[in-house]
Structures are given as C-alpha cells and as structure tokens.
C-alpha cells in the first residue's frame, strides 16, 4: 500500500477524492465478476450476450430509480414489485383481446398504460400518507402493501397469466432503434430524469436532505412529510412503467411477476452506494448497481447453474459484493486520505 | 508533590499529513486534577484517545505507575485502570442503572445473571461517592448530569486510578456543575487522579489545581491554576492577549419587530416581550426553564396559544418552514441533531436555507446557491479547506457558523439563537460575538438563550429571566450582575 501511494498521480488523487470514489468497489467488482464468467463462458462478451444483458437490466434499474427516491430520503419500500405487478396486470387486460382476468374492456393502448401509472401513483400515495403521516415505520407499512397488492394481482388475474395482447402495445418491447432495443432507451430516459430530478431540482436536493438529517431539514424550512409523501407518488408511477415494460416485454402479465424484486432493487442501490439509511446515492452508482444485478443473473444462465442453486448463489453473491464493495472503498478511502 | 501515576512523554499522532500531536508530554500524580484545555482541534482529543487506547501514537512512549505501557485498546486501557467519561454519553436506555455500569460484566449464578448481587454492588458502589439512584430505575428518561454520575460510577467499578472526563460540564446546569466538583473533589481524596477537559474558565478555576494547555497539538504551557488569571490562560491557549472577547457592542435598537403576548403552552407559562430591530434581547434561566420551548413555539415546531406579532401582522406559524418565510429563524441548541447535515458539505448546509428562494419553477440555480453560500462562508470565517469539507470535518465552532450562516443566507427579520456558544472553543466564541454584533447593526433583531452568564450580560441588550415556564423578572442588560440573575434563577 506505501508503496503505491507515492506513485500516485495528482489526477489519480482527485478521482479518488471526488465523490464517485465510492463508486470503486461497484466497478472492480464489475470487472471481476466478469472475468470468472468469461473464463468459464467465452460467450459472455459476445454482441448478442451483452445485448441480453442490457435487456436483462431495463426492469432492474428502472426499480432502482423508483426505489432510490424513498431510500435516498432515508426510508424504504418493500412492495415495488407488487405495484409492479399490479399495474402491468391492469394494463395488460386493458390491452388483451381475451383473457382470464376481471377486467374485460379492451382499449386504446396509450389509455391502458395512463390508467396502468395512475393505479401505481394511487399505490404510492397510499405508502406515503401512512409513512409521512403516521408513525408506523416504513419497512412495515411497504412489507403489508407488498403482500395485500400482490393478492389484489391474484384477484385481477384471476391467477392466469394475462395474454393475447395488443399489437401497439408489444411496441414498447419489440421496437429497435438503430439496431437496439427500444427498452434500453427507455431504462436511458429513466436514469436521465431520475438524475435530473435528483440533483437539478429543488425536490431533488430536498430529497438529499431530508435523508440526510430529517430533523435539520425540518428546521431548515423544508416540508418533510410532503417531501416524504412526494418520493412514494414518484416510486410508484416509476413502480408502475417497471411493470408495464416488463410485461410488454414476457408478452404477457404474470400473477407473479417481479417476485422478489424489491430486493432486486434494494440490492441494486446499495451496491451502486445508496445507503440504506439515506441522504446520498448517484445515478451513476445506480446505474452500475443494476447491471451488476443484470450480470449476475445472466451470467450464472451462461456459467450452466440450475435455477435453484442461482438463488443460493445470488443471495451469496448480494451479500459478498455489498462487503466487496465496502472493502474496496474503505482500501481507496485510507489510498485518497495519505 | 506525591507520586507520579501517569506519564505520556513526546507523544505524537499523525493522520496521513495532518500533525495531531507533535511532542506532547503530560505528567499526572496521585490524587492530581488536572486541567487540560484548548481550541477545538488542539489536540486534546487526540491525546485523550491515544491514553484510551482509542488510537496508537506515532511515537513517543506511556508510563504507567512507573511501568512502560502500550494501550492496546480501550478495554485494555479499562483493565489498566484508565476511564473516561464521554462529553457525548453512550448509554443504554432500555436497561437499568445497574445494567448499564456493569455491562458486559453482570455477575453470574449458574449461567444466569444474579440480580441480587448486581444491585448490592451497584449499592455500595454508589455509597462510595455518596450518589443514590434506584439501581433498577431505567436510563432513558435520566437528564445528562445523571447519566454522566452512571458514567462515573462505571469508572469507578473498574477501580480505576484515572478518570478522564471530556468537557463534563458542556451540558449541566450551574447547579449540576457544582454536584460534580463535589464529587471530582471527593475522587481525588480517594486518591484518583483526574484530567479534566473544559473550555469553561469557571471549571477550571472550581477543581483545577494544574493545568495543561495544548495548541496545534503542541504543549503551549503548564502551571499551577491559583497562581494564573483567566486572561494568562486564554493568552496560552490562543496564542495571543485576549483583552475582552465579548468586544465592544455598537448596535442601535430601533422600532418593534417582534411582538409576544401571553404565550402559552404546557411547557410556558403566559410570557410577554417585544424585541427591536437591532436588539439583542437575552433570555437567562436554568436548563428546563422554558427558554427553549418559547422560541421552539414562535418557530412553529410546538403548538401554543397567545399572540405573536411580526412587523404590526398577526403570526401563528405551523411549522418552521411557515417561520422561515416569515423571515424567522432559529439556530438550535443541538447543532449535530437539529441543525447540521454531517455528511453533506458546508455549501449544500447553508444553501439549504435559499433553496426556495433562488429556484426557477422548481429549478435549483446552483450558482447562485454556491456564491450566496460561499459568500456567507468568507463573511462567517468559516474555517475549512473549502466549500466541499463535509460539515462533520469541522470544529465545534465553525460547524455553529455553518449553521448560523443557513440561518442567515434566508435574510431574516428576527434570528433566535440557543445557547450559540455552546461546545465552541474561545477563538470562534469571540467570532460568533462579533457576528452577532454585526448582525444587530444591521437591524436584525436577535433573541438570544444563554446559560453562560457572563455571556448572557455582556452580549445582551436586555435580559428576560425564566423559571419554571414563568417570566420572573426583566432588566436591562446594563444593570444586570450574575448574581442577580442567579437568585432570580433558582
């Protein structure tokens, strides 16, 4: 380690210093991940894998965006999956010649999808009131929305998945725009707003803040249970579009669809250097936080495990990289410092 | 003078290039207090740490009763008989008097924890200082001075023969304070030997018999307390003559800013006052006597009845965002919990307080959000590398100038300070005094709490004394003495 520092460049010192340098572990981890997979499965690298990937990422990141609104403002939210689910069942019945579900009606697909994020913004609006304006934490008030949204997705699906959909609305996943998919460009909008929300807005640096010490927002002016109600309204429309584009993408809506990821997300932001306990966090982190989630899935099809030890492996791997990733920053941390 | 207990000889601590401690030595006998003082950041803690085995020096050795030792960690300097009594105390609310002295030590019958026993030891633990709590009674709702006796009862169930206590004094009231020189006065017979962090003068001068004073992590003098005047042992610790730090008052009241009339809460009990532009009106009483709690309620954080006038309009703010935009605003008495962001930076702190002001459609204009801050920045002397430093990188005293200069980037009318000076060292107190000044000739008007007396007449215009949630006396600054006030105090 001595030995190194003296090497280092100004250059060097200034990245490490800057506030992306908690961005190292996440990038070493990257890189390192990848290159196991590659030795067991040239192919990883291949146009079309990486293609996959990045297919693989769209839904990860978009709830990561959701979930960092909520998380950077130090709460959090569990039932991201469930408002997913949710809403893309609702919207693909609205889109569905014929199916299994409650709802029969078949319209214009742009009207299915406005109802689709209206349910998600109505979900967050629930999460939130009880969250601002109660004492109930917000770990419990998300756990029992995502498990009573989850059964109103049974209900509304009757338990089938929802098929047969519209021509229009399989635009949303089939499209390509100079030879690539139209949802990568999406999962690129949604990083960019997020990121415009975040930091150019007075919202955003509101958001910061009030992750950042809720009390001393709360003295300094700012509205924090609005604040507060605002992050789950934006979780859940984001929530909703995740879900929407997913089943757009599986052409169909699943009764289960996004099990599991809440955790998916929270997963995503923590290892992209969101805290759990809030007030800071980048897209940019997000962004390699989803991918990484992304490369992690894949890459384990690629390395030939079975379903069920990738759930082993992934719970392994969430908790090694969130520590890798610790390791990593605090070795460049005490590398910026000398 | 009797034996020496404690040597630390040409210590020194380096963080990567920053000099903590360069060649500092203390020596400590049987039964001594010492005084240890200092500026925040001279190095006190440091040398603390590095006694507590917290950190491990550069160089430089430790002898302990004679014998050189190396202080591993801070259970180790326990074992060894070393103890410290925090200015910010860890306890364990949840548990009671007797868990939390003997914590990870409970005595034990057959694998269970024997109560019988704990509460016989904490007993005759506390009969040894002449302190009785209920050894059951849970911590939680214990004020500050009982928590650090708990603090001090754990020192001495691990026989301790040094007791450090950092800035004990910080956080109690005068009566309080005068509890704890009891019982640092009843220690030293016991034959422990003390060092005693402050930045109060009264401390020192109660229970000092030596004292130490550090600079940029240097020794910058030594002597025995009653042969030093006050202003002999600032001029070590500053470096230079401090002929009166409160400096001279120029300001001008003017008209009725604000008015108060019968406000009343659960907590204050019917209290009346104008305050004037450029004035500066003091509030003095003991802790709990509805200082607080007045200006906690004319800010919008706790409900009230009564009236409030602001400019001649009538004003009953809901919340202190409500407060603000009537330009109201409130440096708090806990600047860690309720002031500061740690973990942002100084200019994202004190752009918090225009971030309404200087957006477009719900667009933050960082520029103007880093000149307006950096300006208050240069204006306050905040002392940091730059702009970027987090906020929990500074001393206590720049850190209260951070949160001062928040308050004030939002232009307010009235500004309400609690307790500005407390945990800042004597440079940046003579800094806030100033700004204060300042602020008052610019026709701010200014409600001041103080528990530091002193302060509290010097820097007023008029003082206001409270008691028990009732207004119980009123006078101009002028005519105030400490006395006075403290008889109409108690």
Known sequence: ?338 | MSEVVLQMNHVSKNFGGVHALTDVSLTLHKGEVLCLVGENGAGKSTLMNVLTGVVQPSSGEIILHGEPVVIKNPSDAFARGISIVHQELVQMGKLTVAENIFAGRLPTKHGLVDYDQLYKDTEELMDKINIHFDPKAKVRQFSIAQCQLIEILKALSYDSSVIVFDEPTAALTIDECQILYGIIKDLQVRGVSVIFISHRMADIYAVGENVAVLRDGKNSGYGVVSELTEQQIIAMMVGRHMEDQYGEKHNVPGDVVLKVRNLKNNRVHGVNFDVRAGEVLGFGGLIGAGRTEILQAIFGIDKYEGEVELDGKQIHCKSPEEAIKHGISLVSENRKDYGLILKHAILKNISLGILDMTSKHGLADAKTENETAQEFMDKLQIKATDGNTKAMALSGGNQQKVVIARCLASKPKVLFLDEPTRGVDVGAKAEIYRIIDDLACQGVAIVMVSSELPELIAISDRIIVMREGDQVGEMPAKEATEEGIMALCV
């Open chain 1, 1 to 338: 380690m001595r030995t190194v520092k003296t090497k280092n460049s100004s250059l060097m010192k200034k990245i490490l210093q800057s506030q992306y340098a908690n961005l190292t572990g996440i990038i070493v981890l990257i890189i390192t991940f990848a290159t196991i997979v590659t030795i067991v499965n040239p192919l990883f690298l291949s146009k079309a894998n990486i293609l996959n990937v990045g297919r693989q990422m769209v839904v990860f990141g978009i709830i990561a965006c959701a979930l960092s609104f909520p998380q950077i403002a130090g709460n959090t939210d569990m039932g991201i999956e469930s408002v997913g689910a949710l809403c893309g069942a609702i919207t693909c019945e609205l889109v569905s010649a014929s199916n299994p579900g409650i709802i029969q009606a078949q319209i214009h697909p742009v009207l299915a999808i406005i109802i689709g994020v209206v349910v998600g913004a109505l979900c967050g609006l629930l999460n939130g009131v009880l969250i601002a304006y109660t004492t109930i934490p917000a770990f419990i008030v998300t756990l029992g929305t995502q498990t009573a949204l989850r059964g109103m997705t049974y209900i509304v699906t009757n338990n089938m998945p929802i098929a047969q959909l519209d021509e229009r609305f399989l635009w949303l996943s089939e499209a390509k725009l100079f030879g690539i998919n139209i949802q990568i460009y999406f999962l690129a909008c949604f990083f960019l707003v997020t990121a415009f929300i975040l930091n150019k807005t007075t919202f955003g640096r509101k958001v910061f803040a009030v992750g950042g010490n809720a009390q001393a927002a709360y003295q300094s002016g700012i509205n924090v249970k609005r604040i507060t109600l605002y992050c789950y309204i934006i979780c859940g429309i984001i929530a909703s579009l995740a879900g929407i584009l997913l089943s757009a993408r599986t052409n169909s809506a699943q009764p289960t669809a996004m099990n599991g990821y809440s955790t998916v997300a929270i997963s995503a932001c923590a290892m992209g250097g969101v805290p759990l306990e809030g007030g800071e966090g980048s897209v940019i982190g997000m962004v390699f936080g989803s991918l990484m989630m992304a490369m992690l899935t894949n890459g384990m099809n690629m390395m030939k495990l079975s379903t069920n030890y990738q759930y082993i492996f992934r719970g392994v791997m969430l908790i090694l990289s969130v520590f890798y990733a610790q390791w990593i920053n605090k070795k460049t941390a005490s590398l910026a410092r000398e």
